[in-house]
């Protein structure tokens, strides 16, 4: 059985915050990782068409 009955989703999600400091003018790393199923129907022969892709996304947050 799918997880989802939509051609393109989002299949799993994780992620993490850390505080590099403290006090009001903190900085804080962001890493946040995905997997991505996309259905693209089945072919002649009936068999799936799909793809799935593994994303991460990093990033430096600094407030002033």
Request: glycine residues 10%; proline residues 3%; aromatic residues 10%.
């Amino acid at each position: 059985m799918p997880f989802s009955t939509e051609e393109s989703y989002i299949q799993a999600r994780a992620g993490l915050s850390l505080d590099l400091g403290t006090g009001p003018q903190v900085t804080e790393l962001k890493v946040q990782w995905a997997r991505a199923d996309y259905s693209y129907g089945k072919d002649a022969a009936g068999r799936r068409i799909g793809t799935s892709e593994h994303m991460l996304l990093a990033a430096v947050q600094m407030r002033f």
